[in-house]
């Protein structure tokens, strides 16, 4: 009887141990399973990658991404530049891995740039296991897309904070995606409003990036200044010719009072680039001159006071920083 009980007893103990080996095996499998998608799932790369680029880590993202980098300025694949670019995603969520005929996965990445909503798909293949257990993943190679960016009579801009070379007045430029750029040019005398481009996969070619370069508020100032100080010059001088200057008066009589000139209105300045230079368009001032002349027949004096408009041109150097308005007239 005491042989039955021990060996009931013992039947019972392994059934437990039996049945706890068989929970733990479970517990190992399932926790696999668990890490294996976590942390060692097609995702994980994705996020390792899109990390890099919220630190402006251009090493690190390359290597994951395994890029071709093409021929091209790389002044926004590492640091600020990068950072920038990154810095303008919102609302990110990387989505289920898709499954592909040739044992590839997609996996996408939804997110919005500026409130609009945009999505990459990452295509990755399996690259091995890791401690028996775990499967790898590891981008699939593709060249990284590029930007075309041009600036008017410029050969320098700003690429997401970074200033940049453009030889000859444009360059392209190597980017990581996705991201945002934003080009512009700032100098004192001239400006170009920012432009925009998001760029959210690899096969994407962004419209060329124009900076319409055009003159600075300042410019503007300072022209405008220097032409009012030259033609109230003119205006100072009581002669019916003056010299060096645009306007003029005719008379076949004897003047016997000064001659007094006004300026009606001064010129509107309008400069533009041509053949790589900045240029004022002809300009037209109006002016007023007054005296008193003797006619010569009858020796009556008589008032003169006529207002013509009169036109000139003048030259504009911005070497050095400096402006300096040089007015042309033809006789």
Request: net charge negative; with cysteine; aromatic share 8%.
């Amino acid at each position: 009887m005491d042989t039955v009980k021990n060996g009931t007893r013992l039947m019972r103990i392994a059934a437990g141990w039996l049945l706890g080996l068989m929970l733990a095996v479970a517990a190992a499998i399932i926790t696999i399973t668990m890490v294996n998608a976590s942390y060692f799932g097609p995702q994980q790369p994705v996020r390792d990658y899109l990390q890099a680029l919220r630190d402006g880590d251009g090493a690190k993202a390359l290597g994951l991404l395994k890029a071709t980098v093409p021929a091209g300025n790389p002044a926004v694949l590492d640091g600020s530049g990068l950072k920038s670019a990154a810095a303008a995603i919102e609302d990110l969520q990387i989505g289920d891995p898709q499954e592909q005929a040739d044992g590839r996965v997609k996996v996408p990445a939804s997110y919005k740039i500026d409130g609009a909503d945009h999505s990459t798909e990452f295509l990755l293949e399996p690259a091995g296991n890791r401690w028996l257990f775990f499967s790898t993943w590891t981008f699939v190679p593709a060249p990284l897309p590029t930007i075309d960016v041009s600036v008017v009579n410029e050969t320098t801009a700003s690429l997401n904070g970074v200033g940049v070379t453009m030889p000859s007045g444009r360059s392209t430029f190597s980017v990581l995606y996705p991201g945002q750029y934003k080009a512009s040019f700032q100098s004192g005398l001239f400006q170009a409003p920012s432009v925009t481009t998001a760029v959210t996969s690899a096969g994407d070619k962004p419209a060329a990036v124009e900076l319409n370069t055009a003159p600075s508020p300042k410019l503007m100032a300072d022209v405008n200044s220097q032409l009012h100080q030259y033609l109230d010059g003119c205006a100072k001088q009581q002669v019916l010719l003056p010299a060096g200057c645009p306007f003029s008066n005719h008379s076949d009589n004897r003047i016997v009072t000064p001659v007094v000139w006004s300026i009606e209105s001064y010129p509107t300045v309008g400069i533009s680039a041509y053949g790589g230079e900045w240029v004022i368009a002809p300009l037209t001032v109006k002016a007023q001159v007054s005296y008193q002349e003797q006619q010569l027949y009858t020796g009556a004096v008589v008032p003169v006071e006529e207002a013509q408009s009169f036109g000139f041109t003048a030259k504009l150097d911005t070497g050095g920083g400096s402006v300096t308005v040089t007015p042309v007239v033809d006789y």
